[in-house]
């Protein structure tokens, strides 16, 4: 078996949430995995499972309440402002609902754009394009950019999805 170069390692990750006066939700409790360079992680499982919960704190979107998210060596808890940044530019969650996950009052465009609008990557006709670019590789079509997600199946809204999570 050859050896392969772990990107991100999760280490006994714990999330967990006050409720209430005296109570704690653990969302997250001891997960560990890791994620190799060249593959795609899914986490599956029932709803209310933690699934969410597990991937917004493995991208920093949520402080951990224990555990290590390890990438390049460092624990991304420990990342600064400019660091975090840079991480989020290379690492995108795909959301199992993908309506939910997307902003009913934008455009498409105006959706898959913003990543490339925060990461400072396009401007102009360039950013257009681009938008356009990631359209047709998910497989949809230019002109889907100035629609809105209702106007889309649960198939195409998922596509919308992984267009901005490539953007």
């Known amino acids: 078996m050859e050896n392969k170069e772990v990107l991100i390692q999760v280490k006994n990750l714990k999330k967990y949430f006050k409720v209430g006066r005296n109570s704690m939700l653990k969302a997250v409790d001891d997960v560990s995995f890791n994620i190799y360079k060249g593959?795609?992680?899914?986490?599956?499982?029932?709803?209310?499972c933690g699934k969410t919960t597990c991937g917004k704190t493995v991208m920093g979107l949520y402080e951990a309440t224990g555990g290590e998210v390890v990438y390049d060596g460092v624990?991304?808890?420990?990342?600064?402002h400019r660091e975090k940044k840079e991480f989020t530019k290379k690492a995108q969650i795909i959301?199992?609902?993908?309506?939910?996950?997307?902003n009913p009052r934008m455009t498409v465009g105006a959706i898959i754009g913003e990543g490339i609008d925060i990461h400072d990557l396009y401007k102009g006709k360039e950013r257009e394009e681009k938008i356009f670019e990631l359209l047709e590789t998910v497989g949809l079509n230019r002109e889907h950019a100035s629609r809105f997600p209702h106007e889309f199946s649960g198939g195409q809204r998922q596509r919308i999805g992984i267009a901005r999570a490539l953007a």
């Not at 593959?39 to 209310?48: A, F, I, P």
Request: net charge negative; no cysteine; hydrophobic share 30%.
């Open 95 to 102: 959301f199992q609902d993908p309506y939910s996950s997307l």
């Open 39 to 48: 593959e795609t992680l899914g986490l599956v499982g029932e709803s209310g």
């Open 75 to 80: 624990d991304i808890h420990s990342f600064n």
